[in-house]
Each structure stands twice: as C-alpha cells, then as structure tokens.
C-alpha cells in the first residue's frame, strides 16, 4: 500500500504539467483502492473556462471511470486548498477523504477562509487533512507567482525603454 506522500507527489507532478502550460501550478489525483483513477492539473487558461480546476476535472475523470457521479470510497489528493467552487464539487460527489498540501488563506473552503466539507447542515462530510507536503507545494506555488511578477516588471521595463528610445 502506497503513503499518502507517494500519492500528494503524483498530485504534485500534475501541477508541474500545469506550470509548462502557463497555468498555476495545482494538481489533483484520486485514488480508489490503492489505484490512481484520476489525475489533472489547472487548465482555466488553457481551455478559457472558470470551471478547470485541478480538482473538478479530476472528479469528472473520475466519474466517467467509475461510471456512477458518486465518488464514495475514494480520496483526493489536492496540492492547493479547495475553493468554494471544488469544495461544492466534492461535496455533491460525495468524496470521503480529502487531503491537500497548501492552505489558500485567501480563496480555500476547507478549512481557511470556511469550512464547506464538513458544513453539518450538508448530507455529505469529507475528512480533511491539510499540510501534507504542504512546503513543496507551496513552494510551487510561490515560485510561479514570484516568476510571474518579475516577468511582468520586465516587460513593463521593455515597454519604458521602448518609449523612451522613441522619444530620442
């Protein structure tokens, strides 16, 4: 039987697929019986849909293996924090078991900013565990928006210079 680090490092080589594709690098897989039923990684930019989260094309993939929208039995394994929207998703599939890397202080829904996975007012609770791997993948994380953010003063640097040698 595989740990749960084996499988947040799978996790984590799908938000590196992600990073290739300009994409924030999150990845999600799950796991049924010992077995990776479903990967994915952010594709929002990609595709240009709000809906391509890691996490809700992983639930997709792996309903359509599963055949059945009912993901009992099985645990995801996130490198970001759910959001409000993939907390929802998981909820309505009913996913037991979630485990994630980093904290999202800002967008997460399981356990951040509220709790959306064990709401008792739902007829569906998922145990949570936060923190696995939790620097490498936030160091994922960090290091993309460190990147993007210096790309961004780069070019608004080439922009100036170009003004400035129109001007001369």
């Not at 947040?8 to 938000?15: C, G, H, Q, R």
Request: hydrophobic share 40%.
């Amino acid at each position: 039987m595989e740990t749960d680090e084996y499988y947040m490092k799978i996790a984590i080589e799908e938000a590196k697929k992600a990073e290739l594709l300009g994409e924030v690098p999150i990845g999600a897989i799950i796991v049924k019986n010992n077995h990776v039923i479903a990967r994915a990684h952010n594709m929002r930019e990609t595709l240009q849909q709000p809906t391509a989260h890691a996490e809700h094309l992983a639930i997709e993939r792996a309903a359509k293996v599963l055949g059945s929208w009912r993901l009992e039995d099985c645990t995801l394994y996130v490198t970001l924090e759910p959001c409000v929207m993939c907390a929802g998703t998981i909820v309505m599939s009913r996913i037991p078991y979630i485990k994630y890397g980093a904290a999202d202080p800002k967008g997460g829904c399981s356990g951040s900013l509220m709790n959306l996975l064990n709401q008792p007012d739902f007829n569906h609770r998922a145990q949570v565990e936060s923190g696995l791997l939790e620097e490498q993948c936030g160091d994922l994380l960090r290091n993309f928006f460190r990147k993007l953010r210096e790309k961004k003063k780069s070019d608004k640097r080439a922009i100036l210079n170009h003004e400035s040698d129109l001007l001369e």
